[in-house]
DNA sequence: AAGTGGTCTAGACCACTCA
DNA sequence: GAGTGGTCTAGACCACTTG
């Protein structure tokens, strides 16, 4: 039998994501919410230990439970580890973003765990700051999970509010960084050579559950900025 | 007033930091070492709960919980981003180790909270795989947390197990990759020409409350391994 | 003063491991 | 079957925030 706390957590997650409960509103204390599950109040709040550390509620003492705005600044820069010299997560302005809908590749495939043929949405854009174009990215999304995205103006370039707007709840990540050249694309998009070595950050977003969300591949230039990466 | 649980959560660390329960060993049951400390069994199975989340000890259900070793494969290759292009963490061999002590300098001070005039031993040693260097790197570390390191022959090269040795109990740790050119003796360790682009690694390892324990800056060529970031 | 989350208790019972 | 950690309960009391 899965634990009764795991249960409860999911089955909060779930009224979150289907916005039942709205970003940002308060939700019922741990007392009425342990009544309305039929669960004692040590097994609730386990329950919501657990959505706290998975981002999606903020608890304070003394004022209650809200629910979090995945487009807040602190989530949305959360997988942003670019660093501006001054040690500020860098997220730059968006220029000439395109999108593209085809059927996954194979990498796109194994990346994502999707099956040959399964559709899936190609972003471009770059990524300046002050004007200076510092990051050229390819992201890569199954369309099963945006139904529409092509279509929509809507289109954030934030992953964490996207995924938020579809109802879906985000969970870790993981980034591959090593060095490549510029192709003559990523040089044009960021006004370099070809073949001058960039920094090159591959990185796969996941929802809470593990199924791979977001597959982006970004061409970086690692002069003036830096990367960081926190170790538990 | 101090919650009860982080009290007893030190002291069970302080038991493990002086060695006073060896790696490996099992230690008491919960029940027991509630009424040892005066505590319920639900604060102490809490005290238990962060202290395996520090990676200081490991429960196991219908076995016990067990002191971990920090010199444990798993433990020591925390810190250990670069990966071999199977995957696997790359920790290499060490070839030319070599150990100064000296007082910090002002970026020393910085990086590791010291005072002007405070000793620190400095390291420095090239990683290598199947007799092929892929990095150089330079580690500061504060001689009052290793007393008599230069002295001492046990010179190991993971800051994990070498914390262990000085009952320092390790906590987080952040990594800063930037990008580089070789100088002149990053190059002739690592067999390039100067003046080469490499990838910069600036980490500092901290203690569990929070101190600076070391400081390496690592210079390494990432054309065969990448670094891996993971983020929750 | 009322309401919230945070801490703490003292159990019971379950799931797992091992002799 | 004995012993362990894992789950769950039903409270009491504390610390904090707000009207």
């Given at each position: 039998?899965?634990?009764?706390?795991?249960q409860v957590r999911d089955a909060l997650a779930e009224r979150i994501a289907k916005g039942e409960w709205k970003p940002g509103a308060a939700i019922a204390n741990e007392g009425d919410l342990a009544r309305e599950f039929g669960v004692s109040s040590g097994t609730m709040?386990?329950?919501?230990?657990?959505?706290e550390g998975q981002h999606l509620v903020t608890?304070?003492?003394?004022?209650?439970t809200f629910v979090n705005d995945q487009s807040s600044e602190d989530?949305?820069?959360?997988?942003?580890n670019i660093r501006a010299p001054n040690g500020d997560r860098l997220e730059g302005e968006v220029r000439s973003p395109k999108i593209t809908e085809g059927a996954a590749n194979g990498a796109e495939c194994a990346r994502l765990c999707l099956a040959p043929g399964d559709k899936v949405?190609?972003?471009g854009r770059i990524r300046q700051k002050d004007n200076k174009p510092f990051m050229f990215e390819g992201a890569c999304l199954p369309a099963a999970l945006f139904p529409g995205l092509k279509e929509k103006s809507t289109l954030t370039h934030?992953?964490?509010s996207?995924?938020?707007?579809?109802?879906?709840l985000l969970g870790k990540a993981e980034e591959r960084i090593s060095?490549?050249?510029t192709s003559p694309d990523v040089a044009a998009a960021l006004s370099m050579a070809p073949g001058i070595p960039v920094t090159v950050l591959d990185r796969v977003v996941r929802a809470i559950d593990g199924r791979p969300v977001e597959w982006r591949v970004a061409w970086c230039d690692l002069a003036d900025n830096h990367y960081v990466a926190l170790m538990a």
């Open positions: 039998m899965r634990p009764l706390y795991l709040r386990k329950a919501l230990d657990l959505l608890r304070r003492q003394g004022r209650g989530l949305v820069l959360r997988f942003t949405y190609r972003i934030s992953i964490v996207l995924a938020q707007k579809y109802g879906i060095v490549g050249t």
